[in-house]
């Protein structure tokens, strides 16, 4: 049981490049989100799922695709990146009902220059 | 527009009792949820509140007041390794449940 996997951990992109981040669970977790972290500013929602086929905006979308195709992944693209999207990027997951801790990954550390 | 206020910084003694409040104006409450997060690594759930009152987990307890908007966790027998950030974390859609909102953090210095 791997819990929840981010892949790459590090990456650094040009301004314009895009980019996927991957994020796979084995739990058979029905919810997942992206959250992006950037300094004093807390875990800001991006995309959030609650089973496969089913997505929805958080609070900052824009500049973010995402789809689920399959319970277990949820990857997050990048269309064109810019510095402003530079951050530390985590996906999460849960069960659903009565459930009510998100399980993150360890995080993917991304700079954009 | 969804809004969490919690303190920046909060510094105790070790040993010691400390309280980080959490006040939230948000579209939808159906839950408080405290996490916590050490050096930047994977967040960890700690508890959640969905009805007012107290839930005791080990050392951590966790307040909620919906009347107030504002709840509370409580570490009593502060030990060193409880030095990390906490946040806050309102579920604010009911039939999507994994809507989560978060406050902006507290950062928990803990002195021997």
């Known amino acids: 049981n791997a819990g929840v996997t981010q892949t790459p951990k590090f990456q650094v992109l040009k301004t314009g490049q895009s980019m996927t981040l991957q994020c796979a669970q084995d739990?058979?977790?029905?919810?997942m989100s992206w959250y992006r972290q950037d300094p004093g500013m807390g875990l800001r929602l991006i995309h959030y799922s609650v089973g496969a086929g089913i997505t929805d905006q958080g609070e900052v979308p824009n500049g973010y695709n995402v789809s689920r195709s399959t319970t277990e992944d949820f990857p997050l693209r990048l269309l064109s990146a810019a510095p402003s999207q530079t951050s530390v990027y985590f996906c999460?997951?849960?069960?659903?009902?009565?459930?009510?801790?998100?399980?993150f990954g360890s995080g993917t550390r991304l700079t954009v220059v | 527009g969804q809004s969490l206020e919690q303190p920046s910084e909060v510094t105790a003694v070790e040993g010691a009792i400390v309280q980080i409040n959490c006040t939230y104006q948000?579209?939808?409450?159906?839950?408080l949820s405290w996490y916590q997060q050490h050096d930047g690594g994977a967040p960890t759930f700690l508890s959640y509140n969905a009805l007012d009152g107290l839930e005791e987990t080990g050392r951590f307890s966790s307040f909620l007041s919906r009347s107030d908007s504002y709840g509370y966790l409580l570490l009593q027998e502060l030990q060193m390794k409880d030095s990390a950030s906490y946040f806050c974390?309102?579920?604010?859609?009911?039939?999507?449940?994994?809507?989560?909102?978060f406050g902006q953090g507290t950062e928990l210095s803990v002195k021997p």
């Open positions: 948000t579209s939808g409450f159906y839950g």
């Open positions: 974390a309102v579920r604010v859609l009911y039939n999507q449940g994994g809507k989560l909102i």
């Open positions: 999460a997951s849960k069960l659903g009902g009565a459930t009510y801790g998100y399980t």
């Open positions: 739990m058979n977790h029905e919810y």
